[in-house]
């Protein structure tokens, strides 16, 4: 298994140019996210999608758009990118075990995450 | 607004020596409490997770421990080597779902020789 694969690893943009940030996993997992992190502060949530064809906004869901269109793939676009949306990104995925279904800590829903994708804009 | 406060930011400590890290969160209902480890350039790995009815966790040398009372949890990392040189996150999840993460900024440990 690959894992969370992310590409680019790096990338330099012009203010108002677009871009997608790529995101595969091969875990069959159902849950997968878009992340930022920005120097002294946590991740913060982007998007998420529980599944194929479902989506929904995060804590910073501004300027940027996802889709699901397999359970493999979960896409990041900047329409317009700004220099704001300097960051680096993080893809994560995870199976979408209820929690009630939780045998303790070791049944739960462990997220793992790409490498990480550096992007600049200038 | 749920939230999740570390400290200290950052520490030096010697090789071989112990170290503890802290995490405070008001994030409610709670459901489980999460330490990763990320290395500089590097995605997050998960270390340990704690659900509400657990209050130790050990993997290796590192030990999680958790009071959901006091809502603090603190990771302690015992005979520190060169590699666990990396910043240390803590992340806490609200029911009733898991899709929406909280995320302490990070304590950022350097160990030296």
């Known amino acids: 298994n690959a894992g969370v694969t992310q590409t680019p690893k790096f990338q330099v943009l012009k203010t108002g140019q677009s871009m997608t940030l790529q995101c595969a996993q091969d875990?069959?997992?159902?849950?997968m996210s878009w992340y930022r992190q920005d120097p002294g502060m946590g991740l913060r949530l982007i998007h998420y999608?529980?599944?194929?064809?479902?989506?929904d906004q995060g804590e910073v869901p501004n300027g940027y758009n996802v889709s699901r269109s397999t359970t493999e793939d979960f896409p990041l676009r900047l329409l317009s990118a700004a220099p704001s949306q300097t960051s680096v990104y993080f893809c994560?995925?995870?199976?979408?075990?209820?929690?009630?279904?939780?045998?303790?800590?070791?049944?739960?829903?462990?997220?793992?995450f790409g490498a990480g994708s550096r992007l600049t804009v200038l | 607004k749920n939230q999740v406060e570390q400290s200290p930011q950052s520490l030096i400590i010697l090789e071989g020596k112990n170290c503890t890290l802290q995490?405070?969160?008001?994030?409610?209902?709670?459901?489980?409490l999460r330490w990763y480890k990320q290395d500089t350039g590097r995605g997050p790995v998960s270390l340990t997770i704690?659900?509400?009815?657990?209050n130790t966790k050990s993997n290796g040398r590192y030990t999680a421990t958790l009071d959901a009372d006091t809502k603090q949890s603190s990771l302690h990392i015992t005979a520190s080597q060169l590699s666990d040189s990396a910043s240390y996150i803590c992340?806490?999840?609200?029911?009733?779902?898991?899709?929406?993460?909280?995320f302490g900024a990070g304590t950022t440990v350097t160990v030296r020789a």
């Open positions: 994560a995925s995870r199976v979408n075990r209820d929690w009630r279904l939780w045998d303790g800590s070791s049944g739960a829903n462990v997220l793992t």
């Open positions: 875990m069959n997992h159902e849950y």
């Open positions: 999608s529980v599944g194929a064809g479902i989506t």
């Open positions: 995490c405070n969160y008001t994030v409610s209902p709670f459901s489980n």
């Open positions: 704690m659900t509400f009815s657990e």
């Open positions: 992340v806490v999840s609200a029911l009733p779902n898991d899709y929406k993460l909280s």
